[in-house]
């Protein structure tokens, strides 16, 4: 569900989620960012598309969407 989020997200703005220049970057971005939908790009995505990217790159895994559940959500449905 991580990934379809990941993708989501660039396929709406443009652009990654969490940044680096090395893997290792990337990977201290995921654990220490907060997703933000603050860049000019995400005024004009729907609160839904923001709040199913949210819940597919809920960084506990335990806590995080599962398929069925996103595949129901409103901005699939």
């Known amino acids: 569900m991580w990934s379809a989020g ?5 396929l709406l703005c443009g652009r990654p989620p969490f940044f680096g220049t090395s893997k290792d970057e990337v990977y201290n971005s995921i654990k220490e960012d907060l997703l933000s939908f603050d860049a000019r790009e995400w005024k004009t995505i729907s609160d839904d ?4 990217i949210t819940l597919a ?3 506990d895994p335990v806590q ?3 398929c069925e559940q996103l595949l129901n959500h ?3 449905l």
Not at 6 to 10: D, G, L, P, Q, S
């Open 6 to 10: 990941i993708v989501a997200y660039i």
């Open 49 to 52: 598309a923001k709040d199913f």
């Open 57 to 59: 790159l809920n960084k």
């Open 64 to 66: 995080r969407s599962t």
């Open 74 to 76: 409103s901005w699939i």
